[in-house]
């Protein structure tokens, strides 16, 4: 599966910005896709995650209520919606792709580049 991730920016704080990520390759179907981020110095984490039929979505704690996860079967992509944005949510962001929903970076096996979000103050 390869992945290409885009729609990152320069943002000021309480703006919005929406991220893609299309997949190519392997049955994309049969694969989970999840955006994860990673701030300097800090340890990627989860954003949020969904599988391509309807089912399961997962948000962490720090985005639930602010992001939305959804996908257009059609154009194999999945977006990131982000509203309300933070100083704190500054990071470069990845989409990957794994089996099944995880919130475990360690269970995806494929990632696209990043795409860098900056927020202002």
């Known amino acids: 599966v390869q992945l290409q991730a885009s729609g990152g920016g320069l943002v000021q704080a309480g703006g919005s910005l929406r991220l893609s990520c299309t997949a190519s390759?392997?049955?994309?179907?049969?694969?989970?896709l999840g955006w994860f981020r990673q701030a300097p110095g800090k340890e990627r984490e989860i954003v949020a995650t969904m599988n391509w039929h309807p089912g399961s979505r997962y948000y962490s704690d720090s985005v639930r209520g602010r992001f939305t996860i959804s996908r257009d079967h059609a154009k194999n992509t999945v977006y990131l919606q982000m509203n309300s944005l933070k100083v704190e949510d500054t990071a470069v962001y990845y989409c990957a792709a794994a089996r099944e929903v995880s919130s475990y970076s360690h269970e995806y096996q494929y990632w696209g580049r990043g795409t860098l979000v900056t927020v202002s103050s």
């Open positions: 390759g392997r049955t994309v179907s049969d694969y989970a």
